[in-house]
């Protein structure tokens, strides 16, 4: 069964066809909401909304733990994340898809392993490459299929948010090498590479970053751009179930 972590959105378009919700507890606390499981194009799948449905969990405050845990604990086997980003490079303009490959974390004081927990045996996990790269191949592929351009490499800031990030941080986040920033792409990596279960993120560009754009960012021309780029991100979310199912 594939996991799909992302907005309430894509549980609204007609292919999904739900069969049921569960509803979890796990040692980590309540994941985000009840975890929809549904079938796309011919694939299994378990649907959980990040931030609650509705949208009201902060980036922050996500129990990114109960989410991974109860995503592993329904039989899941591999995991696709849909992040809303800020675009920082110059090919990284609004409305752009990417897979990214690599992390550059600027969070802090999330709950970010497992390790902690007195039943779970310390883990020094290899994160050298942070996304599953077979799952990022498939991904790419998916996308090749339906002729959907999408950029096959980025460098995924993440940042504690709420709030949108400063011009300077912004600078300071080029100078790293980061190509997009979001807030919620940790701990939800390293805590699936603990767990053993593959990880990849489908990113969409909805605002160029702080200071980069003579416009100021607002979230209705975000959310203009996010119910666009969704019906891409629909097109290339079927793409991939119909390799996965074999169809």
Known sequence: MLGLIGGSGLTQFPELKVMHEKTLTTPYGD???????AELAGQELAFLARHGSPH????????????????KELGVKEIVAINAVGGICVAQDTAVISVPDQIIDYTYGREMTFCDH????LLHIDFSQPYDEN????????????????????VHGVTQGPRLETAAEI??????????????GMPEAALARELDLPFACIAIVVNKA??????????????????DGIIDIKKLLK????????L
């Open 56 to 71: 009201v969990i902060a980036p922050h405050q996500v129990n990114y733990r109960a989410n991974i845990w109860a995503l």
């Open 171 to 184: 600078q300071r986040m080029a100078r790293d090498g980061c190509d997009i920033v979001g807030m919620t």
């Open 135 to 154: 799952l990022r191949q498939h991904l790419i592929e998916a996308a090749e299929t339906v002729q959907l351009p999408i950029l096959k490499q980025a």
């Open 210 to 227: 702080a200071g980069l754009s003579d416009h100021p960012i607002t979230l209705e021309d975000i959310h203009k751009v996010l119910d």
């Open 118 to 121: 007195p039943e779970i045996d």
């Open 31 to 37: 994941p985000s909401a009840a975890i929809v499981i």
């Open 239 to 246: 793409a991939f179930c119909l390799l996965k199912s074999g």
